[in-house]
Each structure stands twice: as C-alpha cells, then as structure tokens.
C-alpha cells in the first residue's frame, strides 16, 4: 500500500509541526508513506469564494502529484471534502474520479483503513474537541447534533486510546468555529465572534488544549485565544496522537 | 421590505457593535433550536419523515403545472375565485383591485411572507389602504416601522423593554412596562378591535392540497382564523410552490413544521379553508414571482421545496449573531441566501457569501434542502455573471497563480513566513481584516516542505 501525503499549504507553511506528527504517526503504523514536494493546494480556498473556474491548475497539479498513489491522506478534513467533491480534469476525467475516491482525512483514514485499535500515546491534559464541519458534516467522521441517528465519532474513538487524556464536555458540542475560509476577512465581524463565542465554550470547561482534524479551525481560535493572552493551546489530533 | 445599499458584512459588523445584544439575540435561538432537537428526538422515524416529505415535493415540483390546474379547478367547484399572479406587481394589484370591488380601504392581515416579499403593505399604504398585521411579532414590527427580522419569529430582535416602548408610544400603555403578561393582553385588545372592525382579511397559505383545493393556514395565536371569519371577503395569497398532492401528505409536513421551528408538536391551529361562507368571498391568488425561473435552475429547484419552518435560521451560527436585517430581503438566514439571489443578483449577491458553509442548516431542514450546497453553486454562478468586486477577483486570479506552481508557491510561502518573522507590523494593523480580533500564527523556521528534504530524502 503506497500512500501519497497531502500537507494542505497553510499547515505546510504555519504549521509543520500537524504535518510531522501526521507522517511520523502514519510511519509508525507501518505505512509506505511518501510526501510529492511539488504539491501545493487544493484549490478550496478560489472555489468556496466562487471561483472554482480558476482551480483547474491546482486540480492539474494535484493529479500529477497524487495518481500514482494507493490512498492519499491529509491532516484536514476541509481540504479532503474539497477534493472528493470537486476535483475535475476534462482532459483526465478517470484520474480525478480516481483521486476522489482514494483521499481519505487522516483520522478515518487510522480507524477505517489502518483499522487502528490501540496507540501507544500520552497527553495528560484536559481537551477539547473541535468538530469542523467540513469533516463532521461534509466527511461524516462524526454524528452530528442535527441529525436523529446513533453517535460516532471516529476522531474522539482515537482520542479516547490515548493515555491520561481528559476529554472535556462542551455546552455546544458540534457549533462552528466561524473560519469558513475568506469569510474569516470577508464578514470579519461575524467570523471573529463565532470564534470567540466556540472558544469560550472550551474555556469555560476547562480546556488546556482545543484539537481537531483541521488546523484552520484551530489557527483561526488559536489567533483569539492569543489576542486574550490565553494559555490554553491548540493542537492538530495527530499531535495528540503522536504525543509520548 | 428594507431598503439598503449595505452588504451583509457590513449591516453584520453594526449588529456586532453591541456584543451583549449580539450575546442575548444567539442564545435565544439557540435555545429554539435545542427545543427543535428534543421535538425531532422524540419522533424515532424523524429521518424518514424528512425523506418523505423531501420526495413528496419532488412529485410536486415535477408535476406543478398539472397540481396547479388540478387544485384551481377543485377550488373554482368549491366556489372559491382564483387569480394569477406573475410577479409581485401583479399580486398586489389583484389585492387592491378585490378591495376596490368591495369598498374597503382597511385590511386585516395575519402572517404571509409572501405578503412581505411583494412589499403589499407599501403598495397598499401608497394607494390609501390600510393594514394592519395580526400575528403579535409581526404588529410589533409594524408599529416599529421595521421589517420582520425572521419568518417564523418576526421581532425575535426586539427585547421586551423595547416592545413595551413601542406599545407605550402607539398603544397607549403607561411607559416602562415590560411584564410580557400585561403587553400581550394589551396587544390582545387592541386587535380584537382590529378583528371586530374589518371586512377584508387576507392570509398567507401553508398549504394547498390540490385533490380538494382547500388549503392550511398555520397559527399559533388564531389570528388568521379571526381575521378570515369575520370578514366579508377573505383574500389568501400563496406562492404556487406550496401545493401538496393530496390531503393524507398533510400529516407529514404537520408534523416537521412546528417541530422544526419551534419545537412544538404541531401548530396551535392548523385551519382548513375550502369554500367562503354564504355571502361571502373568497379569493386565492397564485403566485409565481420568480418561482417559475427558479424551477428551471437545476441546481437551485429544490429550494423550492421550503416550508418556511426557519429552522435554518435558527441553526445558522451567523444568523444567529449577525441578526435577520443583515440580509436586507424578506426571507432572512440560509434559506433566503439561495432564495433572494434567483429574484435579484445584484442586489443580493453578497448573500450566499454571508456563510461558513458549515452544513447545519441542511441538517436541520425538514425537506432536507440541500441548502448549503446550493449556497457554494450560487457563489459560482454570481462569480461568473459578474458580481464578484473587481478586488476580490484580481486576488483571486494572484493565488491562483501561486498555487498552481510549485516554485512561485515556495516562493511565497517562504516571503511570507520572512515578513511575519521580521516585518510583522506589515500585517499586524488594522489594514489585516483578520488582525482586528485575531492574532497571527507564529512562523515556523522552515515548512513542513523543507523539513521534509532534510529529514526523509
């Protein structure tokens, strides 16, 4: 099983530190894991402004990249909905059909494909769980409040192997964080404040860490949180996962 | 309807300038929201309601021209007149002509956002008629010269002390009272009389069930019902989007909407209208208004399927703390967002940007409208009509240039982790929308690409 790496570019840039402990976690499974250095961006951020027309590039380049791969697997839920519903190529319309059906988010990727059923990791901390919508109502790696149907959640199923972890309740468990890619200068105003009110929520249980499956979510609280002079953190789930 | 050349963004931003009220507004809906979850937990089959009723108004878009002939052929035999509607402009005139007919210039009006999408209230006051809403939220609103702010919760907006202000100035009640007992009952005598007076009442309609060609009208306060009752002619305008096949469906979509907008099992009065009354009249007048166009759009059709519960809204993270004048149309929140763009792009190409795309509202549908996909496809489609800001567009064409090359995308990257690091005051003003409220992410030495090649190559 060969496996393509996709690093979305804001944590490739910001954040390494979510992408190295995706790697090494993916690495300690055993997995064939290789990262294409000529990749850069899913295109999400043109299409969700409403210029998907412009992504064919990045749809190109992705496919150059990604094809030769068994399974592609990135630490974001946002950017893998993207792919799985918009990648297109009119030139190559079976490699990007191929590309859709092979990406998996990193944490269904552990329970689903690598079946995981233990870790061999440590955080003594009090968490928080961010679900981001993208992951949790686009991707389904989680039951959603909404919805009358048996829960799940496929990332806090790999939370809960992780050693000494204290899983906090929040008031609103699934109530977006208010990123929503441009928005977050486009209707600044509403943006800054979902992203207060969520952070609040955290805080007001405990939290010593927030995590979840994308890093923008967590850059854009991790920005509130250090405008209060907060120490609570943010943390990519690989993080956590990789951690002792 | 509100008139304005503000976006979103920025009627949002002014909403925002008072975070206690920003505070108090969110969590009265979300308090409406979780009394939806508990209603929808307590019916096991509540998924497969929503599905069925999502198919039901399948059939009935593909079918409208033959349920629509269908019903006003039953109606005609029941003894009822019905009117066509093309636009708003058509609609109100047929009202003001009827009204004409009969010699009234003073109506009675229970809730219709119909109603309120054609501007009738405007179009009437303008040639000398008046009327007077009945649904509470709806009055409170009218005495404040302000548009509902929500379908189902038209002063959801307003706190109690503020609708006693507004009572203390047009009602007559001593100034300072807030106790909700006392200005209810106050409301109550004041339409009572509104109720006893008028000889024309029109009504918004829920339903219409083409087999019968009688149709549902939805209260929880009776207004619609005293209204209708007491007077000689009654006028009920609906959008030709609100047919339903045959009376056993109703039990469906009685049952998903008031759980759906309120979180009650089913609405205080689910009246049935059929035939006028001897001597006297009753008109339905069908209204298409860009409903015909939005049909054609494949994309956007099924928004047609919109029972007006408001369940969206009140799930809508933005909604919910950005206030329903922010999206400046008659039908506010996620479901307005894809239903004004199809009546005016211009006008209201700022609305399907006015989200996260967070996919709550289609959880919460209970047609299961797809609504925050139609919300990306608007965006595409404003986009390429030409709505986008030139700004905006030039932007994006530069990031589309970086991402789409490897070596430009280094490049950047790179650039900008340097400015961060050593020329942050560049975007930490308040120039950076996102450095208003938010800090920027610390940089890292090097990316995750660059750590790669020395660390696994």
């Keep these: 099983m060969k496996v393509g790496l996709f690093i979305p570019c804001y944590v490739d840039q910001f954040y390494p530190g979510a992408a190295i402990a995706t790697l090494q976690l993916l690495e300690k499974f055993g997995v064939d894991v290789t990262y294409p250095p000529k990749q850069t961006c899913c295109g999400q951020p043109m299409a969700n402004s409403g210029f998907e027309h412009l992504t064919t590039g990045c749809n190109e380049l992705f496919i150059e990249n990604f094809a030769e791969f068994d399974y592609i697997v990135a630490p974001s839920g946002s950017c893998v909905l993207h792919i799985r519903d918009h990648i297109h190529d009119d030139k190559n319309p079976k490699a990007a059909e191929s590309i859709s059906h092979k990406i998996y988010e990193l944490t269904t990727f552990l329970t689903d494909v690598l079946k995981v059923q233990s870790l061999n990791a440590r955080f003594p901390h009090k968490v928080g769980i961010h679900q981001s919508c993208h992951g949790q109502r686009g991707l389904h790696i989680s039951s959603m409040s909404e919805l009358v149907a048996p829960e799940f959640s496929k990332p806090a199923s790999l939370l809960n192997m992780v050693n000494d972890i204290d899983i906090i309740h929040l008031s609103r468990e699934d109530e977006c964080c208010g990123f929503g890619g441009t928005f977050c200068v486009t209707e600044e105003a509403i943006s800054a404040k979902m992203g207060k009110d969520r952070v609040a929520d955290h805080l007001a249980h405990g939290a010593e860490y927030i995590t979840g499956v994308d890093m923008s979510c967590l850059m854009h609280m991790e920005g509130i949180l250090k405008r209060q002079g907060s120490k609570t953190k943010v943390i990519h789930i690989a993080e956590i996962l990789n951690a002792g | ?457």
């Design chain 2, 1 to 457: 309807m509100e008139h304005t050349t503000k976006d979103h963004a920025e009627l949002a931003q002014e909403f925002n300038r008072d975070e206690e009220r920003v505070n108090w507004h969110d969590e009265t809906l979300w308090f409406i929201r979780e009394k939806r979850d508990k209603a929808a937990h307590n019916i096991p089959e509540w998924e497969a309601l929503r599905e069925t009723a999502s198919q039901i108004k399948n059939n009935v878009l593909s079918n409208l021209d033959n349920y629509l002939q269908q019903f006003e052929k039953a109606a005609i035999a029941n003894g009822v007149t019905v009117h066509w509607a093309a636009d708003a402009t058509e609609h109100n005139q047929i009202v003001h002509k009827l009204l004409n007919e009969v010699g009234v210039n003073r109506m009675v009006k229970s809730k219709s956002m119909l109603t309120e999408e054609c501007g009738l209230n405007e179009y009437l006051a303008h040639h000398g008629i008046e009327v007077i809403d009945s649904d509470l939220g709806e009055r409170i609103v009218q005495l404040a010269g302000e548009p509902p702010s929500h379908i189902v919760l038209p002063c959801i907006h307003k706190k109690k002390e503020e609708i006693g202000e507004i009572f203390h100035q047009n009602l007559g009640t001593a100034a300072g009272i807030s106790d909700p007992q006392f200005l209810t009952e106050t409301a109550r005598q004041h339409l009572r009389e509104v109720f006893l007076t008028r000889r024309a009442a029109l009504t918004g309609v829920n339903f219409a069930v083409a087999e019968t060609g009688e149709f549902v009208v939805c209260t929880n306060e009776g207004n619609a019902d005293m209204g209708a009752h007491l007077a000689d002619i009654h006028i009920a305008s609906m959008g030709i989007e609100k047919l339903i096949p045959e009376r056993k469906h109703l039990g469906v979509f009685l049952r998903l909407l008031t759980r759906s907008a309120t979180g009650q099992p089913i609405t205080t009065y689910s009246s049935h209208f059929k035939k006028p009354r001897p001597g006297s009249q009753m008109h339905i007048i069908l209204v298409d208004n860009g409903r015909s166009v939005q049909l054609g759009r494949e994309d956007f059709r099924n928004s047609l399927k919109c029972i007006r519960c408001g369940a969206c809204m009140n799930t809508c993270p933005v909604y919910r703390r950005s206030g329903g004048h922010s999206y400046h149309s008659a039908i506010a929140g996620p479901i307005g967002s894809i239903l004004a763009p199809n009546l005016d792009m211009k006008q209201y190409a700022d609305l399907p940007f006015a989200s996260t795309l967070c996919g709550s509202c289609s959880n919460v549908c209970p047609v299961k409208i797809n609504i925050h996909e139609q919300l990306y496809k608007w965006r595409q489609v404003l986009v390429k009509d030409g709505y986008a800001p030139t700004g905006k567009k030039a932007g994006m064409q530069l990031m589309t240039w970086t991402l789409s090359s490897p070596g430009l995308y280094h490049m950047a990257g790179k650039a900008g982790r340097w400015v961060l690091k050593y020329a942050p005051f560049a975007v930490n003003n308040k120039l950076n929308p996102w450095y208003i409220h938010r800090d920027l992410p610390t940089p890292p030495a090097q990316s995750f690409g660059e750590w790669y090649k020395q660390n696994r190559k």
